[in-house]
């Protein structure tokens, strides 16, 4: 899950100029991404293509530019779905999942998991570390990645069913996982704000 604003702070990208009200105060999904847990990862395993359409019929645009944004390019700009196939194609072929289920489950983790109050109650301040990890589980449970010591995203670890590849509990994430990713501070982390 992405922290729109700390993502868009040393940036010019044009969807940051205009953030909808949800990604002042909310983690975004930045994507699914299936993992062996030991630091490495599939990619790219099927030649299935994108299919925009067909996601916006069953999922709604609004939704995708909420929850899911891609703020590399401006809502209404006819390449804004480029975030979307990316994330399809680099992993979502590789969850076992068709496309619709690949963002469904995206969605709904995101809505399941949420955003903590440790987050949301102390934009453009500061956030202990632990408050954070215990919304999500405790230590271990949720991966902290910074940029310097501003929050910027958050990895949660899930285990899938084989056959289906839908997504089970949440679990634990691997050391090798926690060594490559978590790079926050370990006791106070900054939360960006947009600009007024």
Request: charged share 25%; glycine share 8%.
């Amino acid at each position: 899950m992405s922290w729109k604003p700390q993502w868009c702070y040393h940036t010019d990208e044009p969807g940051c100029f205009k953030p909808r009200p949800y990604w002042r105060t909310h983690m975004t999904m930045h994507g699914v991404w299936p993992d062996y847990g030991d630091g490495t990862y599939p990619t790219k395993c099927s030649r299935e293509r994108f299919d925009e359409d067909k996601l916006v019929a069953v999922i709604g645009l609004d939704t995708l530019e909420e929850f899911w944004p891609n703020v590399q390019k401006a809502e209404g700009a006819t390449d804004y779905d480029t975030f979307w196939e990316h994330e399809w194609v680099k992993h979502g072929t590789c969850t076992g999942l068709s496309q619709i289920d690949y963002f469904s489950t995206g969605l709904k983790l995101l809505e399941v998991v949420g955003t903590p109050d440790a987050i949301s109650a102390n934009i453009g301040g500061t956030a202990h570390r632990k408050d954070i990890e215990d919304f999500y589980g405790g230590d271990g449970m949720a991966v902290l990645d910074c940029n310097g010591q501003y929050l910027s995203q958050i990895y949660l670890c899930f285990n899938k069913e084989d056959k289906t590849g839908r997504v089970m509990d949440q679990l634990p994430c691997t050391d090798a996982i926690i060594r490559h990713d978590d790079n926050c501070p370990k006791d106070i982390i900054h939360i960006s704000a947009f600009n007024p």
